[in-house]
């Protein structure tokens, strides 16, 4: 199997490179996951106190973080014309495979796909039925 992925581009394609800051998930079932632009990024899009938040309601089927060799080869899967996002969809990807052969092949049918999220050291993966709304807010300066 190949993988294949399409860039999304939720807040438009003016993002900078992002990095991660947290992730909270709590007792009701919602997933949020915060980022902020890279310190040194010349993008005026973001400032330094504004957050990416990512917010998953339901929470997603299933979700993983993985850094160093995997990010390596996941990112040589993605597009040559990605346009530096840092989002991506799929719904042929060795993470959404695994799960559907871990499950017994009983959710082929659902229509899952698979959200990837790069930042710059870290790689996040998400299995969804839905796809997470995405704002950015901004924070008071710690």
Known sequence: MKEQYATWFPLGKDLP?????????????????????????????????????????????????????????????????????????????????DFYEDAGERHNHLGFEHLLIVTSVEVFDFIVKERPTVTILSFPED
């Open 17 to 97: 490179e992002l990095d991660y800051v947290s992730i909270e998930i709590n007792q009701v079932g919602a997933l949020k996951l915060y980022l902020k632009k890279i310190y040194n990024s010349p993008s005026s899009r973001l400032n330094p106190t504004d957050r990416v938040v990512i917010e998953f309601a339901p929470r997603p089927i299933s979700y993983r973080v993985g850094s160093e060799s995997y990010r390596q080869r996941t990112l040589s899967a993605l597009p040559d014309d990605c346009g530096g996002g840092n989002f991506f969809f799929s719904t042929h990807s060795y993470f959404l495979n």
